[in-house]
């Protein structure tokens, strides 16, 4: 029998792919998606269990649910994803309303699972984290124009502060030829931005090949008709060798935009947080990267507030920041998460004192950023069109500078269309957007 059923995909962009994998299970078995859970027959939330604000965000939308179920206007509540996977004992028990806790080897069970809630079973479902990556189609979620692309699951850095290889599992790599095959796929859907996506991807291949084989598969990528962009998220320092960084600098369809989260600059910090790496490969790395690949943008992650992180380890993080002037940051007040060992380090500083260094480095990043869009000023880039806004009367866009839903947007006037790529000429910086006009054409 067919069902109503809705979904809320929450946290990162591998789980939203999960959620899209999830839709695509149920649309074949003949259900019927909807965007609104009230009425539904089911809705699935799909969490994040990573930190706590993910948490908290995950359990708001699971009571939403309950509220709307305890009214009579949504039927069954089905959690999947990191939060059942991390709390796999105490889910069921401690949010009662739940009607089934999927854990993240599951994603594949999911019209199972659907059948069973809705003949009256409670179902819990944990099956092992360490499988190969399931090969599932999708409903793609995200666009016009671009999608992410998942080229591994899990994680094997074991950072100290990180509970996702625990949640997640160890790395395993897609087999290339899948990957590529779902590239043209997404490529024969009108995708012209593909999203490179793993926890890791620079350890691309490393377990399925004996080799890291991202570069490789850059290239093979890059071949695909239809392809404009190509996007990487995320590369850790450590193994960016100069095949890689050839290929990126080489290869015009690679934005020249690359996501390389760090965590921290302090040698101490750094080894006590397990990274692979110290303070001086980092700032060897980043010269060789901008020497190599003009136009480069970098974004990074950092965390302030580390177990050990004194006045002079933050102080000489701020120090780097200035030096490297890093395009992109996302910042963090350190939470030590339950089970990992970070969180039973001595010398944490306190939660007020990590949230005001992480306030201070948004402060000194919100100046390197405004130096960096002052110089577009003028400037001809190329512009995905997404969207048009009637209250603004502009066309929204991202630059190569900009990944979505975690950087900037361009408006611009002009002839264009959702999906299209533009020169757009920057005349106007305004509350951290850029504003132009379609390059030949009068504003």
């Keep these: ?9 929450l946290g990162c962009a591998k789980n939203l792919i999960n959620s899209e994998q999830m839709l695509w299970l149920l649309s074949e078995a003949g259900h019927e998606i909807t965007a609104d859970p009230r009425g539904a027959d089911a809705v699935i939330v799909n969490t994040c269990g990573f930190i706590d604000s993910a948490k908290s965000e ?13 009214s009579g206007e949504l039927g069954k509540i089905i959690v999947t994803g990191c939060l059942p996977q991390r709390y796999r004992k105490e889910i069921m028990s401690e949010l009662p309303e739940i009607d089934a806790a999927v854990g993240v080897g599951n994603f594949d069970d999911i019209v199972d699972v659907v059948e069973r809630v809705m003949a009256g079973e409670r179902v819990e479902l944990f099956g092992s984290n360490n499988i190969p990556v399931e090969e599932t189609g999708r409903i793609l979620s995200t666009g016009p124009a671009w999608a992410y692309i998942k080229i591994a699951e899990g994680c094997s850095n074991c950072c100290a502060f990180c509970a996702i290889p625990a949640i997640r599992g160890p790395y395993r790599s897609r087999p290339m030829e899948n990957i590529v095959a779902e590239a043209r796929e997404l490529a024969a859907q009108g995708v012209r931005e593909l999203i490179v996506i793993a926890q890791d991807i620079t350890r691309y291949g490393k377990d399925l090949y004996g080799k ?7 290239r093979e990528l890059a071949k695909i008709d239809g392809i404009h962009w190509i996007r990487l998220h995320y590369l850790y320092p450590d193994v960016m060798d100069d095949e890689l960084i050839d290929t990126i600098a080489g290869e015009p369809k690679v934005v020249k935009y690359l996501d390389i989260p760090i965590q921290h600059i302090n040698d101490t910090i750094l080894k006590r947080m397990n990274r692979h790496g110290d303070g ?26 580390l177990p050990g992180e004194g006045e002079a380890e933050f102080e000489e993080l701020c120090e780097f920041l200035r030096e490297a002037k890093i395009e992109r940051a996302g910042v963090f007040p350190f939470s030590p998460e339950e089970g990992t060992p970070a969180a039973k380090m001595p010398d944490i500083p306190d939660s007020e004192t990590a949230q005001r260094r992480a306030e201070l480095i948004m402060e000194l990043q ?18 995905l069109c997404e969207d048009y806004d009637e209250d603004t009367q502009t066309w929204v866009g991202r630059s190569w500078a900009d990944s979505p839903d975690i950087d900037g947007i361009v408006r611009f006037c002009g002839d264009c269309a959702p999906g299209e790529f533009a020169m757009v000429e920057i005349n106007e910086i305004s509350d951290g957007e850029l504003f132009g006009t379609v390059a030949g054409e009068e504003e």
Excluded at 212 to 218: F, P, T
Excluded at 281 to 300: S, Y
Excluded at 367 to 373: S, T
């Design 1 to 9: 029998m067919p069902y109503k059923i809705g979904i809320i995909s």
């Design 58 to 70: 995950a359990i708001d939308n699971i009571l939403d649910m309950a509220e709307l179920k305890n």
């Design 212 to 218: 890291y084989s991202l570069a490789e598969l850059i």
């Design 280 to 305: 001086q490969l980092i700032r060897e790395l980043f010269k060789k990267l901008r020497e190599r690949i003009p136009g480069l943008v970098i974004r990074t992650s950092l965390i302030a507030g």
């Design 366 to 383: 919100d100046g390197i950023m405004d130096g960096f869009y002052s110089k577009l000023l003028g400037k001809t880039i190329e512009v």
